[in-house]
Structures are given as structure tokens and as C-alpha cells.
């Protein structure tokens, strides 16, 4: 039995007064169950509200609402969190109805999305959340019945008193729940008695998302609003110098052209204020085309602008230190240049166990690889965009951001209204992938509405979202691995960094499994701005280590899946150590799993298969890809995937979430790639940037579960980064060629890989 | 600016703008028909796929001058509540993860279905291969074509 302090989740037990009561305007199609609207139930639509806590409330016929407060962005949290919820309040799913709460910081916990940790850090207060509520339904009842509380059981939003006969629905004692006092200690229910955590449920947001109905910020609109578009400098390391926009405001339908910064120049910047251009000019008038028609005719002069420094904290806060923005327009030769010199160069040593040194100079063999991967957009399929209205004493935002809460900081310093004068609305979000994690739309988007004095809807064009900035930085890691006469491993030297940041993990695996390890890291300063991509650094990392582990496998003529159960094997019984930052057993666990569901020691005499195994985002993974040559040419045809994230709340979601991430890294794989000349980033639409596309996904996906009770951990990351290794392998052994650098198409010379 | 009468989703409605104005926009800004999305701006992704006398066209790159009298069909015409057996294959199969290319997906599948109920694989990569999804549902988009096929 688990018993939980409701203390550890004080703002979720608030009342929100001005929400109980009547007055919401909701339709049964909002129902969870997705069940088929009908008269029936439109009557039953309750007529009045009361709110057991800030995530939900009941209405007097039993309907169940509740919130979710995390952002969403295809990860289904609208789905999943409040499943958590309604499993310990114990009601029937299908009555249950879901609204995404907006950002209230004095309401919710922990409203982020982003590394994988909504569900793992949801879990606990969510539970306590719903049990919370359900006991004092059942304190209610037991008050009314005059009998002890420990004689009520609920089932399915109903309360019993067995002795009695009593019974009511939660929405008879929801009235008198609302107003007793909340309890101290809760019981949350035993794992094994889940009846809708573990049962898959389709997402909330289903009917709407199919029939096209508003969700998304883009989509949103009001009275008297005005259509704004930016315009940024061509290239990284330029500014704006003058602009003329005499043309563009003869244009139909042109209201204004000014000039927006988005950063005071005393503000203090959070880590997620990443901003590439502060300094931008916006277009502001009646209708989207007639605004992106009038930028083309705006003159700008820009200029190369010299090295500057602003204000900022690091990840999580901590004091202000000053970044510097280096001056120059950079390109992806020179880049490759410096990246080769500095894995020529010693590193910063990050963890060193034994005696590598010693070990690489007495052995009898070095294999020595080295993998890069290029700068990754996010390519979100909703171009970046935000509405804003922004009065004299008040802004009102509505868009995607995963992370509200640094970008309200912003708000109100950038706009000079305080915090508290600022709602923002959290859109349904068109992709995320850690791009949203950077908000400075919302800071655009309100100075915009701020100066044009109107409600606006900002939208950046598709080539604005491209060049813009933010990417996934550009990556090298040399592998190298001393073997004895015998083939037998004596030292493993990782040395890894990347344009601005290095990707290395220093205390993951193989760290931990071999006695002479050593692990360095270099990063080069650059003015191309970076941040997290699904699977931050992972996302690289995974796929060098778990190619070079394939082919150090085949050096020392061993399964590939048998030599990392092998290193596994000693990390779990003599590790190498103390701070390895995974746990063997449930590392082995998935690589076993994946080795029974892809039936990998029976010989496959039609398909080349690769495997790989990472561990991120507190997730364990395995994946086996099939590649089938068909004319010459290699095609993906099933991935197995074999993950171990503890309980899985929705399983079919939980696939389908591992089946995008899946197809996502095999096209990043394949095709990912931004390169630069004189700063300006080659590609700025889909033309050109290459996207996975049907013909090109695998033809099936089976993502498998490891049964456990741990506490689940998330899924929106840890299937990603693997991947990348899972194909690198499979096409080696279709084609005879090791692939190092991504994209790997461009390695596949010949070989068109659009095939239809 | 020109007045143009429209057919869409078996509506005549109004628009004044101009003429260059892709159909997308003037769904979009004009007719408060967002269902159809901004994708790209160039027909590289098919989110703002839209039926045009039933074939499948990208509206961000379809003029308004040029729609004259054309049926023109949006998701929020495809039926009258969800039910096309395209839309109940998607809840079948719970397909959509953010769901913004979505709409663009089920129109370009229902116009394939339209003209081929019985596509083999391949017709179906060929239907389908205009439409980007970045969290590569494309294994679910593919299993609900099939599902709507067979019903």
C-alpha cells in the first residue's frame, strides 16, 4: 500500500471558485470515450459544476472533468495524464471529459513538455490528485450515511456502502466533497487493481483532430484581428542595418512595417530564451497573403554584426553568467575543418577508469572509427506562429510554447506589464520536438500586437521556420577500442564534441562494463544557435556508439546482441565504477526481449539486419531493422522494437508514439541535414530539405513492452536515438558498406532511395 | 481585388480579395475554414490538401482566380460528422499523433479511395507520398487506408 502527503502537491488542491457552478459550455463530443453523440447524452450535460481540486471537478450528475495542465505536441498527455488522474478518482472513462488547462502556475504543477518527462513526473501527483478527490468523496458519503468511512468502496464513479445497500453517484456528494477539508494522508490503489492505467485508451482529441475542427494556435481568431509575418536577416552573424518600406505599405491591405526587439537590454535570459535574430521587422495587415506578399517588397540593408554578449542563466536557473554571440558568417567547410582538428587534439577528460593510455599503447589492436552528423532543423509541420492581444494593462496570448513558464518572464519585461497581467493560452501544438521549448514567437507576437495596438495573429512563413535557428547542433564522436591478440577488449576511448555543444553521456553505457575507459569531450563556439531535438545529443550519440559496438562485434567475431549482453553481463556483476547511470539488468532485459520478438537466432534469409540498444530519458530500449534489397536498392521493411519504460499507462499510444519515433529517426537518418555557406542555411523549405515520406517508412513496426511495476518512465524520446544505429547496421549488411556520416544517403552513392 | 463566388463543401460563398490569393488563405483568413492547414506554401507537404471536382490538390498553391465553378470539397465538408469511412478508419486505428497534417492525410486518402477502392500498397505510397507527417504516423496512416478500403 502506498501512502502519499498531499502536502507534496499543495497548489493542486486550491479552489478555483470562479470556475465552480454552471456556465460551461461543453458537448458530449468531449467526452473521452469518443463515444457517439446522441440526444440522450447532450441532455445529460451537467447543470452544475463543483470543483474537487485545481485538475477536477464533477457535476451533479456524475459527468467527470478533467484537466490536463501539460502542453501538448502529439506526445497524446491530454490522453494519458488525465487517464492517471481518473484511475485513482475511480470513474468510468467514459464519462470522463478533458480540457487542456492553460498556464496557471499558481493552479498547476510542472506545466512542460519536453525530455520525455510528463508521464514520470506526473505520476505520483497526479495519483494523489485523483485518490485525494475520491476520498473525499467517500469522507462525503460517509458524512451523509453516518457510517465510517472505511465501510465505502467506489467503483466506476459510484459510491457503496455495503452493509446498507447505500449507494450514490459521485455527483450526488460532489456538492459536500467540494467543501470538506482535504485530507492529509491518501492510499493510492495497488498496482495490480489498474483497471484504466494499462488499458489503451484513444486520444481525447481524436474526432476533432479528423474533422478539422480549431485546435491548433494558427487556427485561432477574433474579432478585428490583424495578420503579421516577420522578416530576419538572411544569415547567422548578420543584423539589420536600415530598412524601406515605402513599396510594401502601398501594398492592399498594409497597415504597418516597424522594427521589433524581442530582449530589453538588461534582461536577464533564461537558457530557453534562445532567440537567432532579436531584431526583426514586422509586416502588419488585413489577411496572411497580402502581408506575405508585402515583406517581399520591404528594402532591407543588413550588416555583419560583430561579436556581442548578452545576460543569462544556465539550465535551471542558477546565477547570471554572460554568453558572448561570436561575430562571422560561417560555413559547413569550415566547420568540418575545425571538427576533424579538435579530434586530433586532446579533450576534456570526463571520466577515466583504469588505465587507457596503457591499455591502447600494449594493444595488440586499435580499432578507431569516427561518425559525424550535420545540423538538424525541427521542421515541425505547423510553421512557428502565435496570436496575441496586447492592450494597455493586459496581454492575452494563445500558441504553442512547451514551456510557458521562463517565457512569462519574458513577456513582462519585454512588454513592461507584470507577470500576472499576462494569460497564456496553451494551443494544441502542430509538432514540437524541442524547437517550442524556445518561445520568443510569444515575445514577437505580443510586441507586434503591442505596437500595432490590435489583436494579432503572427505567422512565420515555412522558409522562416527553416532559417531561423534553434537547430540540432552538428556532431563528431571518434571511437576507439584496444583488443589484445586474442580479440579480447582491453580499453575503450570515447572522444566526442560538436558545434556549439558535445554530445557525450560520460557515465553511460559501455562506461561501467570495460575496466580501462576513458571519455573526452570538445565543443567549437559558433553564432548558429542550438537547442534540444528530440533526444537532445542522445540523438547523435546513440547511433555512433551503437555502430561502433556493431562493428567492434564483428572485429572480435561476436553477435553483435551477445557482445553487448556480455559487457552488460559485467557491469551487472563487477562494474567498473561508481557512477554509471543506468541500471544492466533492465538494459539486458530489452536487449533479450528484442532478441525473442525478432526471432534474431533464426536466420532471416530475405532481410539484412542491424540491432541497437540505448538507454536515455530514463527509458530502455532495443531495436532490430530489417532492410530488404529490392533491385539493388535497400528497403526498410519491419522494425522491432523492444522497450522497458516501467508501467505503460496507454499502451496503444505508447506504440504509436514509438512507431513516429521510429520512422522520425530513420528519415533524420537518411535524409537530415542543414548545411551553411556565408552563414545562410542551404535549405529553406521542403524542396530541398529532404522529409521521410510513406514510401520510405518501414512497411510494419512492433514495439513491445517489457511487463514490469516500476513507475513509468516516458516514451516520446528514448525510441528516437537508437534507431539511427538500428539502420546504419542493417545497411552495412545490405550493402557491404559501414556508413559514418549522416545523412546517410548521400553515402549511398547511386542508390535512389525514392523508389515508387 | 476581384468578388469571386465559390463552391465549397456544397456552400456558394462570397469572397472579395485578390486574385493571386492562394485557396488556402482564402479558406483560412476569409472563410474561417482552418481545418486546412499552412504547411509549406509550395505543395512540398500537403497539409493544406483540399478536393477540387474531387481530385486531390495542394489550395496553397491553387489561385482563387482559377477555381471558377469547381466543386471544392474541406475536411469540414468531408462529412457531416466525422463519419467518412476514411475518418472512422483514423479513430479505428487512432492515427493521428499531433494531428496537424492530418487533415491534408485524410483528404489525399480520400480522393485515392474515391477513384481506386481497392489500392494495393503501392497505389497507396504513390496517393499518399505528398503528405508529410514529422511524427511519422505513416504505418497507422497506412493500416487505416486499408482498414476504409475493406469496409
Known amino acids: ?756 | 481585388m476581384a468578388k469571386y463566388s465559390l463552391n465549397i463543401n456544397g456552400k456558394s460563398l462570397q469572397v472579395d480579395v485578390d486574385p493571386n490569393t492562394p485557396l488556402l488563405w482564402v479558406l483560412r483568413d476569409h472563410l474561417n475554414l482552418v481545418g486546412t492547414k499552412f504547411g509549406c506554401g509550395i505543395a512540398q507537404c500537403g497539409a493544406c490538401t483540399v478536393h477540387i471536382d474531387g481530385v486531390a490538390l495542394r489550395s496553397c498553391s491553387y489561385p482563387v482566380s482559377v477555381v471558377d465553378d469547381k466543386q471544392v470539397l474541406t475536411i469540414e465538408g468531408l462529412s457531416e460528422d466525422g463519419d467518412h469511412p476514411i475518418q472512422k478508419a483514423w479513430m479505428e486505428h487512432d492515427v493521428p499523433q499531433c494531428g496537424y497534417c492530418q487533415a491534408g492525410q485524410i483528404m489525399s486518402a480520400a480522393a485515392l479511395l474515391s477513384k481506386n477502392p481497392s489500392p494495393s500498397d503501392t497505389d497507396i505510397d504513390a496517393a499518399m507520398r505528398g503528405n508529410i507527417c514529422r511524427c511519422g504516423t505513416y504505418v497507422r496512416i497506412k493500416k487505416a487506408i486499408r482498414t476504409a478500403a475493406n469496409s
Open chain 1, 1 to 756: 500500500m502506498t501512502i502519499v502527503k498531499t502536502r507534496i502537491n499543495r497548489r493542486s488542491f486550491l479552489k478555483a471558485s470562479a470556475l465552480a457552478g454552471g456556465g460551461m459550455i461543453l458537448s458530449f463530443s468531449w467526452l473521452a470515450g469518443c463515444k457517439p453523440t446522441n440526444e440522450e447524452e447532450v441532455l445529460a450535460l451537467p447543470k452544475e459544476w463543483f470543483e474537487l481540486n485545481s485538475y477536477i471537478k464533477i457535476g451533479e450528475n456524475g459527468a467527470v472533468t478533467l484537466f490536463n495542465s501539460s502542453p501538448e505536441f502529439g506526445q497524446n498527455v491530454q490522453t494519458s495524464l488525465p487517464m492517471i488522474l481518473a484511475e485513482e478518482l475511480d470513474v468510468d472513462w467514459n464519462m470522463v471529459m478533458v480540457e487542456q488547462g492553460n498556464f496557471a502556475p499558481r493552479r498547476f504543477e510542472r506545466q512542460f513538455a519536453g525530455g520525455s518527462q510528463s508521464i514520470r513526473q506526473g505520476w505520483i501527483p497526479l495519483r494523489t490528485v485523483g485518490a485525494t478527490a475520491r476520498q473525499m468523496l467517500v469522507n462525503a458519503a460517509a458524512q451523509t450515511w453516518k457510517v465510517s468511512t472505511d465501510e465505502i468502496t467506489t467503483e466506476n464513479g459510484v459510491l457503496m456502502h455495503k452493509a446498507s445497500g447505500k449507494k450514490a453517484g459521485y455527483g450526488e456528494m460532489a456538492s459536500l466533497a467540494a467543501k470538506l477539508p482535504v485530507p492529509e494522508d491518501i492510499k493510492l490503489k495497488e498496482k495490480q487493481d489498474f483497471k484504466i492505467v494499462g488499458s489503451s485508451k484513444r486520444n481525447v482529441d481524436l474526432k476533432k483532430i479528423i474533422t478539422g475542427k480549431p485546435l491548433f494556435g494558427i487556427d485561432h481568431k477574433v474579432e478585428g484581428m490583424k495578420y503579421a509575418s516577420i522578416i530576419h536577416p538572411p544569415a547567422f552573424g548578420m543584423k539589420l542595418k536600415s530598412f524601406d518600406a515605402t513599396i510594401a505599405l502601398k501594398m492592399p491591405g498594409i497597415q504597418e512595417v516597424f522594427v521589433v526587439n524581442i530582449f530589453n537590454n538588461s534582461y536577464v535570459r533564461s537558457f530557453f530564451d534562445t532567440a537567432t535574430f532579436p531584431e526583426l521587422i514586422a509586416v502588419v495587415g488585413n489577411s496572411t497573403w497580402e502581408v506575405l506578399q508585402a515583406k517581399k517588397s520591404v528594402n532591407v540593408e543588413w550588416e555583419n554584426a560583430a561579436e556581442s554578449t548578452f545576460m543569462k542563466t544556465g539550465f535551471g536557473g542558477g546565477d547570471p553568467f554572460q554568453a558572448t554571440v561570436p561575430e562571422g558568417l560561417e560555413s559547413t567547410a569550415i566547420h568540418r575543418t575545425k571538427m576533424a582538428d579538435s579530434t586530433r587534439k586532446p579533450g576534456r577528460i570526463l571520466r577515466k577508469d583504469g588505465d587507457p593510455e596503457k591499455a591502447f599503447k600494449t594493444a595488440a589492436k586499435v580499432l578507431e572509427r569516427t561518425y559525424t552528423a550535420p545540423f538538424l532543423a525541427h521542421n515541425t509541420m505547423e510553421p512557428a506562429n502565435c496570436f496575441a492581444h496586447v492592450t494597455a494593462d493586459q496581454a492575452v496570448l494563445y500558441g504553442a510554447t512547451q514551456w510557458p513558464d521562463p517565457i512569462s518572464d519574458t513577456l513582462s519585461d519585454s512588454l513592461g506589464l507584470p507577470k500576472e497581467k499576462i494569460q497564456i493560452n496553451l494551443a494544441r501544438m502542430g509538432g514540437g520536438f524541442g524547437r517550442r521549448a524556445y518561445s520568443h514567437q510569444l515575445v514577437e507576437a505580443a510586441l507586434i500586437s503591442q505596437k500595432a495596438k490590435a489583436p494579432i495573429m503572427m505567422v512565420y512563413t515555412r522558409e522562416d521556420d527553416m532559417t531561423s535557428g534553434v537547430y540540432r547542433p552538428t556532431y563528431s564522436a571518434t571511437y576507439r577500442a584496444a583488443l589484445d591478440e586474442n580479440n579480447n577488449l582491453l580499453a575503450f576511448h570515447v572522444k566526442a564534441g560538436g558545434i556549439p555543444e558535445t554530445p557525450i553521456h560520460p557515465n553511460r553505457f559501455p562506461a561501467g562494463a570495460i575496466e580501462n575507459y576513458l571519455a573526452e569531450s570538445w565543443e567549437i563556439p559558433s553564432n548558429i544557435t542550438v537547442g534540444a531535438f528530440r533526444a537532445p545529443s542522445s540523438n547523435f550519440i546513440a547511433g555512433a556508439e551503437q555502430s561502433f559496438l556493431d562493428e567492434l562485434a564483428e572485429e572480435m567475431g561476436k553477435d553483435p546482441i551477445d557482445f553487448r549482453l556480455e559487457l552488460l553481463g559485467r557491469a551487472i556483476k563487477n562494474p567498473v565504477g561508481e557512477r554509471n547511470d543506468y541500471d544492466p539488468e533492465r538494459y539486458a532485459g530489452v536487449l533479450k526481449l528484442v532478441r525473442e520478438k525478432s526471432q534474431w537466432d533464426t536466420l532471416q534469409s530475405d532481410v539484412n539486419r542491424g540491432v541497437s540498444a540505448y538507454f536515455c530519458h530514463n527509458s530502455y530500449v532495443a531495436e532490430v531493422l530489417d532492410i530488404k534489397m529490392v533491385n539493388d536498392k535497400p528497403v526498410v521493411e519491419n522494425v522491432y522494437a523492444a522497450v522497458d519504460c516501467g508501467i505503460v499507462v496507454n499502451p496503444d499510444a505508447a506504440a504509436n508514439m514509438g512507431e513516429g519515433a521510429i520512422v522520425d529517426g530513420i528519415g533524420n537518418a537518411f535524409y537530415g541535414e542543414l548545411n551553411f555557406q556565408d552563414g545562410v542555411p542551404q535549405k529553406n523549405n521542403f524542396n530541398t530539405y529532404r522529409m521521410i515520406r510513406m514510401p520510405e517508412a518501414p512497411k510494419k513496426i512492433d514495439v513491445h513492452f517489457v511487463k514490469n511495476e516500476h513507475d513509468p518512465t516516458g516514451l516520446g524520446e528514448p525510441l528516437f536515438p537508437p534507431i539511427f544505429a538500428a539502420l546504419a547496421n542493417a545497411l552495412y549488411k545490405s550493402t557491404g558498406k559501414r556508413l559514418y556520416n549522416q545523412p546517410f544517403i548521400t553515402g549511398l552513392e547511386g542508390e535512389d532511395l525514392m523508389r515508387l
